[in-house]
């Protein structure tokens, strides 16, 4: 039985408030691994209620399959997709439910949706033309940052919520907010159009570390 993570569980439900009734094939919040941030994919997956997914973001581990098959192995137990971060040869090898591409891979996105690929395809967008490349390549959702300050080393300016909710009218494809998400900005971003939210420390400070 998974533990009642009440932080994670609260920042799951806000979540599913922000995404209302917007349509996507992913759940409203996406946990997202880092190296230094939240290592660990199984353990990641232990802490996610339902209406989660994860991206495993390997960022060239050796051990990238062997770790990428455990952490399916537990979120398939759970009803919780995986997304592999950039690479569609793992998210096949590993049975992943999808592919999260980093902005400049969107060109091997569109060609392998052309290709008849079908696994759920996210990606992230820094600036508002990759909302209309993310359209022309047939992506299930775009991860929009950065959208509150953050601790990430990569994270840039914060755009805040109105920026957000105007980049969320200029596509279709539904839009999740990344950068500085934890219980209390989650709250600003209800009512923007946009379909949930994606974290990395908001969910390792929330839970306790395992022993």
């Given at each position: 039985?998974?533990p009642?993570?009440?932080?994670?569980?609260?920042?799951?439900?806000?979540?599913?408030?922000?995404?209302?009734?917007?349509?996507?094939?992913?759940?409203?919040?996406?946990?997202?691994?880092?190296?230094?941030?939240q290592?660990?994919?199984?353990?990641?997956?232990?802490?996610?209620?339902?209406?989660?997914?994860?991206?495993?973001?390997?960022?060239?581990?050796?051990?990238?399959?062997?770790?990428?098959?455990?952490?399916?192995?537990?979120?398939?137990?759970?009803?919780?997709?995986?997304?592999?971060?950039?690479?569609?040869d793992?998210?096949?090898?590993?049975?992943?439910a999808?592919?999260?591409?980093?902005?400049?891979?969107?060109?091997?996105?569109?060609?392998a949706?052309?290709?008849?690929?079908?696994?759920?395809?996210?990606?992230s967008?820094?600036?508002?033309?990759?909302?209309?490349?993310?359209?022309?390549?047939?992506?299930?959702?775009?991860?929009?940052?950065?959208?509150?300050?953050?601790?990430?080393?990569s994270?840039?300016?914060a755009?805040?919520?109105?920026?957000?909710a105007?980049?969320?009218?200029?596509?279709?494809?539904?839009?999740?907010?990344?950068?500085?998400?934890?219980q209390?900005?989650?709250?600003r971003?209800?009512?923007?159009?946009?379909?949930?939210v994606?974290?990395?420390?908001?969910?390792?400070n929330?839970?306790?570390t395992?022993?």
């Open positions: 039985m998974k009642p993570y009440d932080a994670v569980t609260g920042l799951a439900s806000a979540a599913a408030r922000v995404g209302g009734s917007q349509a996507c094939a992913l759940p409203p919040l996406l946990a997202l691994t880092d190296p230094q941030r290592p660990d994919p199984v353990k990641l997956v232990e802490m996610l209620p339902p209406g989660s997914a994860i991206i495993y973001r390997h960022f060239g581990h050796p051990d990238r399959l062997a770790i990428a098959r455990a952490t399916v192995a537990v979120a398939s137990e759970l009803g919780i997709p995986v997304l592999v971060s950039s690479d569609l793992l998210a096949y090898s590993s049975a992943a999808g592919v999260h591409w980093p902005e400049r891979m969107l060109p091997a996105a569109a060609r949706r052309a290709r008849g690929c079908r696994l759920l395809f996210s990606a967008a820094h600036a508002p033309m990759t909302l209309l490349r993310a359209k022309q390549a047939g992506l299930d959702a775009v991860l929009v940052s950065t959208v509150f300050a953050s601790a990430s080393p994270a840039g300016t755009m805040g919520p109105q920026a957000l105007a980049w969320a009218r200029r596509t279709p494809v539904p839009v999740y907010a990344l950068g500085g998400i934890n209390k900005t989650v709250n971003l209800t009512g923007l159009g946009i379909s949930g994606a974290a990395v420390g908001a969910i390792r929330a839970v306790p395992r022993t």
